[in-house]
């Protein structure tokens, strides 16, 4: 019996959240090897939004119900991606227009995140199967790293325990090819040398718990730092490597599902959240925060999933629930709206092409979409 709490393209449609309401910060903690660090925040309403101007393309997938999640680009400009709903690995090749799908070892439909390392071999989080995957491309051949199960009490049953798996979910590479991600059923983050093949875990909680905290986006900054969301604590946490240290930054006020997160060139830190239209911004050096609200229909949670950062600091997010790309100008203070031509696309991951394109997944309807702007 297996029981995994994960936010796919299914559960999307029904998780609508309330906006935010205001909010200020205070330090929190749940590790005995957790540092305090006070944290500050500026209160914001929504900024304004203006319609872009760009051209979208759309490529439909051989199969419907593909359960597309978070794209990658490999150096060949190709996009690959999961699909949950097939227990596919799949690519698309944009000069040929055409689509490769091949199948994991033992998958069971869970590749979540993925990432591409410096050789054009593919990373990847196969969540219900329990393993990171590690790709080549050039052989067709794969390694497998399997991780821990967990054995706990079941909640509707005190008379017996179930085994399950530690869930890993977004994947991340470090300076020195540690291969990290996070592990939702198991609150913990995962290391894995990519030079050794050894695995470590990094327990977040003094407690060992089992979905308390659901470990979800992750991202290493340029000086190694590991930084990580909680999708259901509502913190931002950091890691060093170098201390096996936490810490941990809080807005207070309502609890707002924090997905993805990236570390810009200068060190700061985005998070998206599915919930009130909210990107977030964290000074990694003055731990202070900064909201903005991006404007979205009154009908739903304006929520924001997938996030990509330029080289040159562009902020580029799915709105997912207004079936948008939009790019935030902090400058100018208003968000920028590229509105995607099917109706309902639902989009989810997106990543930056080499000449400055978006490829984003459009769970809803089986394609792959890509905006020049």
Same mark, same amino acid.
């Given at each position: 019996?297996?029981?995994?709490?994960?936010?796919?393209?299914?559960?999307?449609?029904?998780?609508?959240?309330?906006?935010?309401?205001?909010?200020?910060? !205070?330090?929190?903690? *749940?590790?005995?090897?957790?540092?305090?660090?006070?944290?500050?925040?500026?209160?914001?309403? !929504?900024?304004?939004?203006?319609?872009?101007?760009?051209?979208?393309?759309?490529?439909?997938?051989?199969?419907?119900?593909?359960?597309?999640?978070?794209?990658?680009?490999?150096?060949?400009?190709? $996009?690959?991606?999961?699909?949950?709903?097939?227990?596919?690995?799949?690519?698309?090749?944009?000069?040929?227009?055409?689509?490769?799908?091949?199948?994991? #070892? =033992?998958?069971?439909?869970?590749?979540?995140?993925?990432?591409?390392?410096?050789?054009?071999?593919?990373?990847?989080?196969?969540?219900?199967?329990?393993?990171?995957?590690?790709?080549?491309?050039?052989?067709?051949?794969?390694?497998?790293?399997?991780?821990? *199960?967990?054995?706990? #009490?079941?909640?509707?049953?005190?008379?017996?325990?179930?085994?399950?798996?530690?869930?890993?979910?977004?994947?991340?590479?470090?300076?020195?090819?540690?291969?990290?991600?996070?592990?939702?059923?198991?609150?913990?983050?995962?290391?894995?040398?990519?030079?050794?093949?050894?695995? &470590?875990?990094?327990?977040?909680?003094?407690?060992?718990?089992?979905? &308390?905290?659901?470990?979800?986006?992750?991202?290493?900054?340029?000086?190694?730092?590991?930084?990580?969301?909680?999708? !259901?604590?509502? =913190?931002?946490?950091? /890691?060093?490597?170098?201390?096996?240290?936490?810490?941990?930054?809080?807005?207070?006020?309502?609890?707002?599902?924090?997905?993805?997160? %990236?570390?810009? %060139?200068?060190?700061?830190?985005?998070?998206?959240?599915? !919930?009130?239209?909210?990107? /977030?911004?964290?000074?990694?050096?003055?731990?202070?925060?900064?909201?903005?609200?991006?404007?979205?229909?009154?009908?739903?949670?304006?929520?924001?999933? +997938?996030?990509? $950062?330029?080289?040159? +600091?562009?902020?580029?997010?799915?709105?997912?629930?207004?079936?948008?790309?939009?790019?935030?100008?902090?400058? %100018?203070? =208003?968000? $920028?709206?590229?509105? $995607?031509?099917?109706?309902?696309? /639902?989009?989810?991951?997106?990543?930056?092409?080499?000449?400055?394109?978006?490829?984003?997944?459009?769970? +809803?309807?089986?394609?792959?979409?890509? /905006?020049?702007?």
């Amino acid at each position: 019996m297996r029981r995994v709490t994960v936010i796919t393209c299914f559960t999307l449609f029904i998780f609508i959240l309330a906006a935010c309401a205001d909010t200020t910060t !205070s330090p929190s903690s *749940t590790s005995n090897s957790t540092t305090e660090t006070p944290a500050t925040s500026i209160q914001t309403n !929504s900024i304004p939004g203006i319609a872009g101007t760009g051209t979208f393309r759309e490529y439909p997938l051989p199969q419907t119900n593909s359960g597309m999640m978070r794209p990658v680009i490999d150096h060949e400009g190709r $996009i690959w991606f999961g699909e949950m709903g097939h227990n596919y690995l799949a690519v698309f090749d944009p000069a040929t227009q055409t689509f490769r799908q091949v199948t994991p #070892p =033992h998958g069971q439909n869970g590749i979540m995140g993925l990432l591409v390392a410096p050789d054009d071999t593919i990373w990847f989080a196969e969540q219900y199967a329990n393993y990171i995957g590690h790709y080549y491309p050039s052989t067709g051949k794969y390694q497998v790293y399997g991780l821990p *199960t967990l054995t706990v #009490p079941d909640p509707g049953d005190a008379t017996r325990r179930l085994e399950l798996p530690s869930a890993p979910n977004d994947i991340a590479l470090d300076a020195r090819g540690n291969v990290w991600f996070t592990e939702l059923n198991a609150d913990s983050l995962g290391r894995i040398d990519s030079h050794t093949g050894v695995v &470590k875990q990094f327990p977040i909680s003094r407690d060992r718990s089992v979905q &308390k905290l659901n470990p979800y986006g992750i991202s290493v900054d340029p000086r190694g730092i590991v930084w990580f969301t909680e999708a !259901s604590g509502n =913190h931002i946490g950091r /890691l060093d490597p170098s201390t096996g240290k936490f810490s941990f930054f809080t807005m207070s006020g309502p609890t707002d599902p924090l997905m993805e997160i %990236a570390s810009d %060139a200068h060190g700061a830190l985005w998070i998206t959240s599915f !919930s009130g239209g909210l990107l /977030l911004k964290l000074d990694s050096r003055t731990g202070k925060f900064t909201p903005y609200y991006i404007p979205h229909s009154g009908n739903e949670s304006g929520g924001m999933y +997938g996030l990509t $950062i330029s080289p040159g +600091g562009e902020v580029w997010v799915t709105v997912t629930s207004d079936n948008m790309i939009a790019r935030l100008d902090a400058v %100018a203070s =208003h968000f $920028i709206l590229y509105r $995607i031509p099917t109706v309902g696309s /639902l989009p989810l991951g997106i990543v930056l092409g080499a000449d400055h394109t978006l490829w984003f997944t459009e769970s +809803g309807k089986d394609k792959i979409g890509m /905006l020049k702007p």
